[in-house]
């Protein structure tokens, strides 16, 4: 009986530690070193939230950048991958009916980056690389009247490197690179 009482002891007392007192400690942590991002690196527009740098954002306009496919169409509850193996004849034709969809949006695009026409692991990758985003600059350009060179400076300003020089690949948050955009044009 009193190794019954024992283990319930030690059990409420990591219960209190690990389930009440470690997550309040980080959390309150979290708050006072990085307040954007332990609430969700949240983007604002005139007071209003509009979204997280952390997650892509459906776009349809063909004013603006669009970001890469989302195999849960942009729902956050739904984040997942296709789960199609690359050997399938769905992910051919997959891939096939993206490119079509994309030059038919883009007819000038020749030379297409994977990342236009591939989704990424949890659906929701908010960044594309610098070449992903430079192959939509003719349509918008076209769409908007901006100049293709001031696109391409708009990207470059919001190109991000390696982090620490050394991991990952260069990106463009593409709802950071809209938010620019609408700026400078009207819907």
Do not use: W
Request: proline share 6%.
């Amino acid at each position: 009986m009193k190794s019954v009482i024992t283990a319930v002891r030690v059990s409420l007392l990591f219960m209190i530690l690990c389930g009440i007192i470690y997550p309040l400690a980080t959390t309150g942590v979290a708050q006072v070193l990085f307040p954007k991002q332990a609430n969700g690196s949240l983007i604002e527009s005139a007071g209003v939230v509009i979204g997280s740098e952390l997650l892509a954002q459906n776009v349809e306009s063909p004013k603006l950048f669009h970001p890469r496919a989302s195999a849960a169409k942009y729902d956050p509850t739904a984040s997942s991958g296709s789960n199609v193996a690359v050997a399938s004849s769905d992910y051919a034709q997959g891939i096939a009916d993206k490119i079509d969809a994309l030059k038919k949006l883009n007819p000038e695009l020749t030379d297409i980056p994977a990342d236009l026409i591939t989704v990424s692991g949890s659906g929701f990758d908010p960044d594309l690389s610098p070449e992903g985003a430079k192959a939509q600059v003719p349509r918008i350009s076209k769409e908007t009247g901006i100049s293709e060179k001031s696109l391409g400076d708009l990207i470059d300003r919001f190109t991000k490197t390696r982090q620490l020089g050394v991991f990952g690949e260069p990106r463009v948050n593409v709802t950071e690179l809209n938010m620019e955009l609408l700026k400078q044009i009207k819907l």
